[in-house]
Nanobody
Framework: QVQLVESGGGLVQPGGSLRLSCAAS????????MGWYRQAPGKQRELVAT???????DYADSVKGRFTISRDNPKNTVYLQMNSLKPEDTAVYYC?????????WGQGTQVTVSS
């Protein structure tokens, strides 16, 4: 069983920055593809960014150039650095760990971008 705990969400003004963290336990973290997803009110959950076990990254078009995903395998942690935040980035952000048939989610952390 894998446990994922997100932190770092909050309220930020447009143009501001936040860094989300996701701490994993209960597994060999380095072997999992890690990702961040988000879900805004009334919308489906969508992919934000993923990072493979080897460090290959992929981003949604809406966040390219503004968000950066990274991982620290010795610390069992994945990060999402979010810059130039926009009101449309407001959502609950979820951490995901995926490998073969295994798929785990964190509880989510709220990000609100508003003046």
């Amino acid at each position: 069983q894998v446990q994922l705990v997100e932190s770092g969400g909050g309220l930020v003004q447009p143009g501001g920055s936040l860094r989300l963290s996701c701490a994993a336990s209960g597994t060999i973290f380095s072997t999992y593809v890690m990702g961040w997803y988000r879900q805004a009110p009334g919308k489906q959950r969508e992919l934000v960014a993923t990072i493979s076990s080897r460090g290959s990254v992929d981003y949604a078009d809406s966040v390219k150039g503004r968000f950066t995903i990274s991982r620290d395998n010795p610390k069992n942690t994945v990060y999402l650095q979010m810059n130039s935040l926009k009101p449309e980035d407001t959502a609950v952000y979820y951490c995901n760990a995926r490998k073969l048939v295994y798929n785990y989610w964190g509880q989510g952390t709220q990000v609100t971008v508003s003046s």
